[in-house]
């Protein structure tokens, strides 16, 4: 079983919804990526999307572009993001990795070279922004021979086929972009979100984790009752811009950290209402 | 211009590809975020039915002939085929179009579509701003919104044109993000299409970006090669020798190529921007020195580091400086039909002079790169062999740059 697939199954066996962050990898260095990736966890993560630094990222908003820029200009690489895992995992075995990023390091890295590095350093899925099932078809293979999950979007403009054709490729999760935009837009039509949840279910039994938008305890609190967990990105990144280069403050991290720990709390306090009622 | 040029009608031809799912070979492809893909595939869907439908077609002529002023002329460059002492030397005249070059017949077609489709705002990508200019200017003609994004780099080295859009009436965004040049504002024209995707048509302005568009943009330049296939039959009684074109997206070229790529006696000649020179790294020269990768929504050639990262080109010209290239050219490349090759800033700086004074017609700094490497190519051919270099656009936009070069105050 892979390890994605056990965080989820537990986390569903004991009511808890999934609390996914999002950084960049070498923002604002790999000193901190590392300091923050156990922090996240100490506040409350399950699974860590690590964003993989690419000059063009096309489908996200400014605060992550800045984030992207900070770890590009620090020369962080995808080989450098591989690394950084594999210093994670000295230390923790238990959270799960999902590498997000666009196409291109990876092609240029090679497909085959990418999955063996990837398996080897303890990653657990893939998400390639860029990269929808049509044209997957090769990476998601060498994905799922070495047993890694291959994540996909779903968007409020995908059709009903196709996300039944999504559903059926994608493992680990499937994430649903909660609004047409980019990363860190704002996020308000919660009615259209639920719709769109409850027709999912209807075609798979994958958890659904709920992205974009997602900036604080409250809207955590607000799309966390109507997935199975959420993803915060740009919220997270936003503060990481405050932190300077050179030796790691420890109470930085945890300030920076401290979003993901009131959207952990917002979650949790879903499930004793649930209880209480 | 004879009376039968007007009869040159536009379409498709079936000649290749893309496939069914829009590939060129290992090429092409739709690589976009979730959220824009739903949006290309109605537009592929859209573009498949009206470019069987006649009456769309023949509105496009009535625009290309009416406000466009086409057919453009095949002109043969006297001075310049004496200068070079070898084969005759044609220029197709792209930059006697209105808005002075090649991108209204793109945006023309588009535009249409974009009207079919329903949709009341469009939004554009644009470099040296020939591309955004050519957008508002189709934007103003049909009661259309217009957002053009432009590098904040080219929004100061291309004030003039800046100012040109707004006249226009359209909304010039300088975008602050990564290199600040064209590569940043097709980033910058994604996210505004993924956030306001139910009434926005995005004008990609070159045969690159996710599928459909190498395909429809290809079809809409076509009528430069189609024209010039019958005016070459008509003046020289047959088909030119050799087709010359620079390349940065590939609009022009594949405009010129296309329509005779299946004529194997015919051989074509792509020049893309070689900078300082190819051996220091400082161009945009994808097919020449790049190697396959994925951006903007397709898998081509691309200035791309060890790491995947898109590097920053250089050019004299602004319009070429791009790391990317259209997939077909990339296909074109490795089924051998058209040789890439390059010209570098000195060697276009030089050209656009010397047609300039030879000629009199002052053109584009992208087009002297192919009129470079034209007039060696003239030189080693024989005197009964025939050349067509497509003069893909004006000058009068570039004297700014030349005179700053050069050391020259206006």
Same mark, same amino acid.
């Given at each position: 079983?892979?390890? /994605?697939?056990?965080?989820?199954?537990?986390?569903?066996?004991?009511?808890?919804?999934?609390?996914?962050?999002?950084?960049?990898?070498?923002?604002?260095?790999?000193?901190?990526? #590392?300091?923050?990736?156990?922090?996240?966890?100490?506040?409350?993560? &399950?699974?860590?999307?690590?964003?993989?630094?690419?000059?063009?990222?096309?489908?996200?908003?400014?605060?992550? @572009?800045?984030?992207?820029?900070?770890?590009?200009?620090?020369?962080?690489?995808?080989?450098?993001?591989?690394?950084?895992?594999?210093?994670?995992?000295?230390?923790?075995?238990?959270?799960?990795?999902?590498? %997000?990023?666009?196409?291109?390091?990876?092609?240029?890295?090679?497909?085959?070279?990418?999955?063996?590095?990837?398996?080897?350093?303890?990653?657990?899925? *893939?998400?390639?922004?860029?990269?929808?099932?049509?044209?997957?078809?090769?990476?998601? @293979?060498?994905?799922?021979?070495?047993?890694?999950? $291959?994540?996909?979007?779903?968007?409020?403009?995908?059709?009903?086929?196709?996300?039944?054709?999504?559903?059926?490729?994608?493992?680990?999760?499937?994430?649903?972009?909660?609004?047409?935009?980019?990363?860190?837009?704002?996020?308000?039509?919660?009615?259209?979100?639920?719709?769109?949840?409850? =027709?999912?279910?209807?075609?798979?039994?994958?958890?659904? *984790?709920?992205?974009?938008?997602?900036?604080?305890?409250?809207?955590?609190?607000?799309?966390?009752?109507?997935?199975?967990?959420?993803?915060?990105?740009?919220?997270?990144?936003?503060? /990481?811009?405050? %932190?300077?280069?050179?030796?790691?403050?420890?109470?930085?991290?945890?300030?920076?950290?401290? *979003?993901?720990?009131?959207?952990?709390?917002?979650?949790?306090?879903?499930?004793? &209402?649930?209880?209480?009622? | 211009?004879?009376?039968?040029?007007?009869?040159?009608?536009?379409?498709?031809?079936?000649?290749?590809?893309?496939?069914?799912?829009?590939?060129?070979?290992?090429?092409? +492809?739709?690589?976009? +975020?979730?959220?824009?893909?739903?949006?290309?595939? =109605?537009?592929?869907?859209?573009? @498949?039915?009206?470019?069987?439908?006649?009456?769309?077609?023949?509105?496009? &002529?009535?625009?290309?002939?009416?406000?466009?002023?086409?057919?453009?002329?095949?002109?043969?460059?006297?001075?310049?085929?004496?200068?070079?002492?070898?084969?005759?030397?044609?220029?197709?005249?792209?930059?006697?179009?209105?808005?002075?070059?090649?991108?209204?017949?793109?945006?023309?077609?588009?535009?249409?579509?974009?009207?079919?489709?329903?949709?009341?705002?469009?939004?554009?990508?644009?470099?040296?701003?020939?591309?955004?200019?050519?957008?508002?200017?189709?934007?103003?003609?049909?009661?259309?919104?217009?957002?053009?994004? %432009?590098?904040?780099?080219?929004?100061?080295?291309?004030?003039?044109?800046?100012?040109?859009?707004?006249?226009?009436?359209?909304?010039?965004?300088?975008?602050?993000?990564?290199?600040?040049?064209?590569?940043?504002?097709?980033?910058?024209?994604?996210?505004?299409?993924?956030?306001?995707?139910?009434?926005?048509?995005?004008?990609?302005?070159?045969?690159?970006?996710?599928?459909?568009?190498?395909?429809? *943009?290809?079809?809409?330049?076509?009528?430069?090669?189609?024209?010039?296939?019958?005016?070459?039959?008509?003046?020289?009684?047959?088909?030119?020798?050799?087709?010359?074109?620079?390349?940065?997206?590939?609009?022009?070229?594949?405009?010129?190529?296309?329509?005779? #790529?299946?004529?194997?006696?015919?051989?074509?000649?792509?020049?893309?921007?070689?900078?300082?020179?190819?051996?220091?790294?400082?161009?945009?020269?994808?097919?020449?020195?790049?190697?396959?990768?994925?951006?903007? +929504?397709?898998? $081509?050639?691309? %200035?791309?580091?060890?790491?995947?990262?898109?590097?920053?080109?250089?050019?004299?010209?602004?319009?070429?400086?791009?790391? +990317?290239?259209?997939?077909?050219?990339?296909?074109?490349?490795?089924?051998?039909?058209?040789?890439?090759?390059?010209?570098?800033?000195?060697?276009?700086?030089?050209?656009?002079?010397?047609?300039?004074?030879?000629?009199?017609?002052?053109?584009?700094?992208?087009?002297?790169?192919?009129?470079?490497?034209?007039?060696?190519?003239?030189?080693?051919?024989?005197?009964?062999?025939?050349?067509?270099?497509? #003069?893909?656009?004006?000058?009068?936009?570039?004297?700014?740059?030349?005179?700053?070069?050069?050391?020259?105050?206006?």
């Amino acid at each position: 079983m892979s390890r /994605i697939k056990a965080i989820t199954e537990t986390a569903a066996a004991q009511g808890r919804k999934l609390l996914i962050p999002y950084l960049v990898a070498g923002d604002p260095d790999l000193a901190h990526s #590392l300091g923050l990736m156990h922090e996240l966890v100490r506040q409350g993560a &399950d699974i860590i999307e690590l964003g993989i630094p690419f000059s063009d990222p096309a489908s996200d908003g400014p605060v992550i @572009q800045r984030g992207v820029e900070r770890a590009l200009a620090g020369g962080t690489s995808l080989a450098d993001t591989l690394k950084l895992v594999s210093q994670f995992r000295k230390q923790d075995s238990q959270t799960g990795i999902v590498l %997000m990023g666009y196409l291109n390091p990876i092609e240029i890295m090679g497909y085959g070279q990418f999955v063996a590095a990837a398996t080897e350093v303890g990653i657990d899925g *893939v998400l390639v922004v860029d990269m929808p099932p049509a044209e997957s078809t090769e990476l998601h @293979q060498k994905l799922h021979d070495a047993d890694l999950d $291959t994540i996909y979007l779903v968007a409020p403009t995908t059709s009903a086929i196709r996300a039944k054709a999504i559903t059926e490729v994608c493992s680990g999760y499937l994430y649903y972009v909660s609004l047409k935009g980019v990363t860190g837009a704002a996020l308000t039509d919660h009615e259209s979100v639920a719709n769109s949840i409850n =027709e999912l279910r209807q075609l798979t039994d994958l958890p659904i *984790v709920i992205g974009f938008g997602i900036k604080d305890a409250v809207s955590a609190a607000a799309m966390g009752s109507l997935s199975d967990g959420i993803i915060i990105g740009s919220a997270l990144v936003e503060r /990481i811009a405050d %932190m300077s280069l050179g030796t790691v403050d420890a109470s930085a991290l945890v300030r920076s950290c401290e *979003v993901i720990g009131a959207a952990r709390a917002a979650l949790d306090g879903l499930q004793e &209402d649930k209880a209480a009622s | 211009m004879s009376e039968n040029m007007s009869e040159v009608k536009t379409g498709t031809t079936g000649f290749d590809g893309p496939d069914a799912t829009g590939h060129f070979g290992p090429y092409g +492809g739709i690589f976009v +975020g979730e959220t824009l893909v739903a949006a290309v595939e =109605e537009l592929a869907l859209i573009y @498949q039915e009206l470019s069987n439908d006649e009456a769309f077609w023949a509105e496009y &002529d009535s625009e290309l002939k009416h406000y466009v002023g086409r057919p453009s002329p095949l002109y043969f460059a006297e001075r310049l085929t004496a200068a070079c002492g070898g084969a005759n030397i044609y220029l197709k005249r792209e930059d006697l179009n209105h808005t002075g070059a090649h991108k209204v017949n793109n945006t023309i077609g588009q535009a249409l579509l974009a009207k079919h489709m329903g949709k009341t705002r469009i939004i554009a990508e644009t470099g040296a701003g020939q591309h955004g200019v050519a957008s508002a200017t189709v934007a103003a003609r049909l009661g259309l919104e217009c957002h053009v994004y %432009m590098g904040a780099e080219d929004v100061v080295r291309q004030a003039p044109n800046v100012y040109r859009m707004k006249l226009l009436g359209a909304n010039v965004v300088a975008v602050e993000s990564g290199s600040r040049t064209l590569k940043d504002a097709m980033n910058e024209a994604l996210r505004d299409w993924a956030t306001n995707v139910d009434d926005t048509y995005y004008i990609i302005g070159t045969v690159a970006g996710p599928h459909p568009y190498p395909q429809l *943009v290809r079809d809409f330049q076509c009528i430069i090669g189609r024209e010039t296939k019958a005016q070459s039959l008509e003046m020289l009684g047959k088909l030119p020798d050799a087709l010359v074109a620079c390349v940065g997206g590939g609009s022009n070229a594949i405009g010129l190529f296309h329509p005779f #790529l299946e004529d194997k006696q015919v051989a074509m000649f792509g020049v893309e921007a070689g900078g300082k020179g190819l051996e220091t790294g400082a161009h945009a020269a994808p097919l020449s020195a790049g190697k396959p990768g994925v951006l903007h +929504g397709n898998r $081509t050639y691309l %200035m791309t580091d060890e790491g995947g990262q898109i590097q920053e080109t250089h050019s004299v010209s602004a319009g070429l400086d791009y790391p +990317g290239v259209g997939p077909e050219h990339a296909w074109l490349k490795d089924l051998q039909r058209v040789n890439y090759v390059a010209a570098t800033d000195e060697e276009a700086m030089q050209a656009f002079h010397k047609l300039t004074r030879l000629e009199g017609i002052i053109p584009a700094l992208e087009t002297s790169h192919a009129i470079a490497y034209a007039m060696d190519l003239a030189g080693s051919m024989s005197p009964d062999k025939n050349i067509v270099i497509n #003069l893909s656009g004006r000058g009068d936009k570039d004297i700014e740059t030349v005179a700053r070069i050069e050391g020259n105050k206006l």
